[in-house]
């Protein structure tokens, strides 16, 4: 069978590397709203999104190759983000999201290519898969937020051009494009974020067309029978 038995997953499971990326970054969704409004919040959420990449780059450390470019968008990521609240200068926010977006973009890129490798599917793949799909929904977050840096009012929430967002509200509007929801509340005015929405539509449409596609590629024409 293609998929591991039940009888192996209890002994599996905690040992998978895709388990914990997919743990850290259902953390950092649910407690975002939670923690965002205060100073003491926002350095947790950094602690946080520090476990995301560390989760991730233990997720990719199958090639040394992927383990060294995790690490060197990774530490940048944080670097700009921690020197930028110290000395509150916006600029360096937006390197450290741009390396953000770089970082996920290519962790994104080797769970895929770990996911349809042809082989047995197995239950890491399947947790791999999963976080490979949340990791879009941050990653087109972090677009949205350098674009709002460069083009303020891009986006516009209830008729008034959003200027400073919040984190929960992009990623509530980066998923709601992800999974072809959005545009109620909040909406694209400019030509750049709309393209990006665009994008991230087809991005979600296809990541389940691909999924399915391998979930039923697992099984033998006689196993299907």
């Given at each position: 069978m293609p998929l591991e038995t039940p009888q192996e997953l209890p002994e599996s499971v905690f040992t998978l590397r895709c388990v914990y990326l997919f743990a850290?970054?259902?953390?950092?969704?649910?407690?975002?709203?939670?923690?965002?409004?205060?100073?003491?919040?926002r350095i947790?959420?950094?602690?946080?999104n520090i476990l995301i990449l560390i989760a991730a780059a233990v997720a990719v450390s199958r090639s040394r190759t992927c383990?060294?470019?995790?690490?060197?968008?990774?530490?940048?990521?944080?670097?700009?983000?921690?020197?930028?609240l110290v000395l509150a200068e916006p600029s360096l926010l937006v390197l450290s999201r741009a390396f953000g977006a770089a970082f996920y973009f290519a962790t994104v890129s080797y769970l895929l290519s770990y996911v349809l490798r042809r082989e047995v599917l197995t239950q890491d793949k399947l947790y791999g898969s999963a976080a490979a799909f949340l990791m879009l929904g941050i990653l087109w977050g972090y677009l949205y937020f350098i674009v709002l840096h460069f083009y303020p009012g891009a986006l516009v929430e209830s008729g008034k051009?959003?200027?400073?967002?919040?984190i929960s509200e992009i990623a509530y509007f980066s998923f709601t494009v992800l999974t072809s929801t959005g545009f109620g509340d909040i909406t694209p005015v400019h030509p750049v974020a709309r393209m990006l929405c665009v994008l991230e539509?087809?991005?979600?449409?296809?990541?389940?067309?691909?999924?399915?596609?391998?979930?039923?590629?697992?099984?033998?024409?006689?196993?299907?029978r």
């Open positions: 850290a970054l259902l953390l950092l969704l649910i407690m975002v709203p939670f923690l965002e409004g205060t100073p003491r919040g947790a959420l950094n602690f946080i383990l060294t470019l995790a690490a060197a968008l990774g530490a940048p990521t944080v670097g700009f983000q921690i020197v930028s051009a959003i200027v400073d967002p919040l539509q087809v991005a979600g449409v296809l990541f389940i067309a691909i999924l399915i596609a391998r979930l039923a590629g697992s099984y033998s024409p006689m196993d299907r």
